[in-house]
T-cell receptor, first 114, second 114 residues
Framework: SQTIHQWPATLVQPVGSPLSLECTVE??????LYWYRQAAGRGLQLLFY??????ISSEVPQNLSASRPQDRQFILSSKKLLLSDSGFYLC?????????????FGPGTRLTVL | AQSVTQLDSQVPVFEEAPVELRCNYS??????LFWYVQYPNQGLQLLLK??????LVKGINGFEAEFNKSQTSFHLRKPSVHISDTAEYFC????????????FGTGTRLLVSP
């Protein structure tokens, strides 16, 4: 069966520090991968998605970036964190590219920027 | 572009009472509709989805939803709630444009009390 992992589970970082969040999927190949941010009272905001290795699409301009160095690995990064980057970050995957596919979510990373 | 509105940010209800969580969407093309549930500090889990066919969709944990194209709605219902149903519920829509990008509503917090 497929599983999705995210780490770390929680992170407290000072403003201006770098960030690296990792997401890996097991049990499937060539998944679509997604990064979301969830801020209190604002639902889920799609940040990036990827249909293959090295293929990244950005939905929201900001100081975050994403990379997909391997088929089942998705990384969210920042060179300098802002206070507004605090939130709950969720990684998800879906099989294939059809719009009818379910997305499967990881357990999330709670990021607090101080 | 599609959008999703969940008018109720919070719905309090007593245990064993029925509940309806409202969801309306906007789109100029055919859509696929999803309901996800999120328990505290966890990722999202699919409750049910509407792809085509019968407009009444049954999901896990006794939930069901009805797709109403004329009213562009996809309300979630449960005839008798349990304390364990306390969670955040998200409605999401994906347009039938060839690639799966989910747009989420802002969520409804269901609070079930004894």
């Amino acid at each position: 069966s497929q599983t999705i992992h995210q780490w770390p589970a929680t992170l407290v970082q000072p403003v201006g520090s770098p960030l690296s969040l990792e997401c890996t999927v097991e049990g499937t190949s060539n998944p679509n991968l997604y990064w979301y941010r969830q801020a209190a009272g604002r639902g889920l905001q799609l940040l990036f998605y990827s249909v293959g290795i090295g293929q990244i699409s950005s939905e929201v301009p900001q100081n975050l970036s994403a990379s997909r160095p391997q088929d089942r690995q998705f990384i969210l990064s920042s060179k300098k964190l802002l206070l507004s980057d605090s939130g709950f970050y969720l990684c998800a995957w879906s099989p294939g590219q059809g719009p009818y596919n379910e997305q499967f979510f990881g357990p999330g990373t709670r990021l607090t920027v101080l | 572009a599609q959008s999703v509105t969940q008018l109720d940010s919070q719905v309090p209800v007593f245990e064993e009472a029925p509940v309806e969580l409202r969801c309306n969407y906007s789109s100029s093309v055919s859509v696929y509709l999803f309901w996800y549930v999120q328990y505290p500090n966890q990722g999202l889990q699919l409750l049910l989805k509407y792809l085509s066919g019968s407009t009444l969709v049954k999901g896990i944990n006794g939930f069901e939803a009805e797709f109403n194209k004329s009213q562009t709605s996809f309300h979630l219902r449960k005839p008798s709630v349990h304390i364990s149903d306390t969670a955040e519920y998200f409605c999401a829509v994906s347009e039938d444009t060839g690639f799966q990008k989910l747009v989420f509503g802002t969520g409804t917090r269901l609070l079930v009390s004894p």
